[in-house]
């Protein structure tokens, strides 16, 4: 699908930004470059669409050489997302996201369809959000229309450039967990930039380590967690390059013993103020200590955008998934994975709330207490990071 061989780019003034880059990205695949500052992956990312031109070797895209296509239409047929949105704030969402199938000559009532689709695709009522501006949406909101426009035309190939940097912690997450479900369903071949080591693990089929312009370690999540190339790989994923032995560990050596709650009775606007002071996109619903449920920063938003007055208990969804404190860590791992959710409940015989496992915590007890050997308890781990089982 893309090809760099050898591959540089010299800025003026003798910076190399990118030095003899050779790497392939397959049909289908969801690729993060990821690195430090200055390491070369957003100059390789907009040499694809020639934002930037290299200056030696050649950059293919089904097997063309991407210098000798004509540059508008190269980058028509290439989806292409960047951290400030870029939005035109004078026209409407509608019309954003209906940009470029309207540039390749689509007629009017598909491109209406398109976005109708589209805006469906990701919650947003075409007729609540369609005819709205920019300025009129949160940046969440934002972030996710530039990600549809980027989709409108049907592209093959989606590059994405640090695209929720910029955002709050929890609508980072929760866009985060929108595109891979995106990506599961549509199948795209998407090039994804970031320096954030947890966001490449989330997302990634494969990641691309960078330093100096040049290509570090280039493996599978699984592979990078298991066997980092070296001392500077090691250092950016948090943990020495010599892996330390684990011992069995079950649910209550790891549980978060202090997740954040919200009794049933409580009105909708608390619990978004709650959500938004803790940076969670969920609240776990507990009366007199015992679980009753979760609630969900999506499922508030319906309610509050119609200024309706309702308590917690009224948008409360069952808990996905729950165990009990002396669980196998590598069982609630397994959970995580088969459930497709961020996080398990633990509680005990009577019901009662003691804790929560999150995706995150599983990475960190793999970063940092991990087997020489392949455990059972650190495969599941390393699928619930999203890294095996392909």
């Known amino acids: 699908m893309v090809k760099f061989e050898q591959v540089s780019k010299v800025f003026a003034g003798g910076t190399v930004a990118v030095d003899n880059l050779n790497l392939t990205i397959e049909k289908g695949q969801f690729v993060v470059l990821v690195g430090p500052s200055g390491c070369g992956k957003t100059t390789s990312l907009k040499m694809i669409n020639r934002l930037i031109e290299p200056t030696s070797g050649e950059i293919y895209i089904h097997d063309q050489k991407a210098r000798s296509l004509n540059v508008v239409e190269l980058r ?23 940009l470029v199938p309207q540039l390749k000559g689509w007629p009017r009532a598909k491109c209406q369809e398109r976005v109708e689709e589209l805006l469906q695709m990701v919650g947003m009522d075409p007729a609540v959000y369609g005819d709205r501006y920019p300025a009129q949406l949160s940046g969440g909101q934002q972030q996710r229309i530039g990600v549809l426009r980027a989709l409108a035309a049907d592209p093959e190939l989606i590059l994405m450039d640090e695209p929720f940097g910029a955002l709050d912690p929890i609508t980072r997450e929760q866009l985060q967990l ?93 619990a978004l103020a709650r959500m938004q002071q803790q940076r969670v996109d969920s609240l776990l619903v507990v009366k007199d200590g015992v679980l009753k449920g979760t609630v969900r920063a999506r499922d508030l938003y319906p309610y509050l955008l119609r200024n309706e007055i309702a308590s917690v208990s009224e948008v409360l969804s069952l808990v996905p998934v729950a165990v009990k404190p002396d669980t196998p860590l590598s069982v609630a791992a397994a959970k995580l994975m088969d459930k497709n959710t961020n996080l398990v409940v633990v509680v005990d015989d009577h019901g009662e709330l003691k804790g929560v496992v999150t995706r995150a915590s599983l990475v960190g007890v793999l970063l940092e207490n991990q087997k020489s050997s392949q455990t059972t308890v650190e495969n599941h781990v390393l699928k619930a990071a999203g890294g095996a089982g392909k």
């Open 76 to 98: 028509r047929n290439i989806g292409y997302v960047i951290q400030t949105v870029g939005l035109l704030p004078h026209l409407t969402v509608a019309a954003n996201i209906a």
């Open 178 to 270: 929108e595109l891979k479900r995106l990506q599961e369903q549509l199948k795209k071949t998407i090039i994804f930039v970031t320096h954030d080591m947890n966001e490449a693990l989330m997302l990634a089929d494969r990641i691309v380590i960078m330093k100096n312009g040049s290509v570090v370690q280039d493996a599978t999540p699984e592979g990078i967690l298991r066997h980092p190339a070296n001392d500077f790989v090691a250092s950016f994923i948090g943990r020495s390059a010599q892996p330390q032995a684990v011992e069995e560990l079950e649910v209550k050596d790891v549980m978060n013993t202090a997740p954040v709650t919200i009794e049933p009775e409580r009105g909708l606007g608390e």
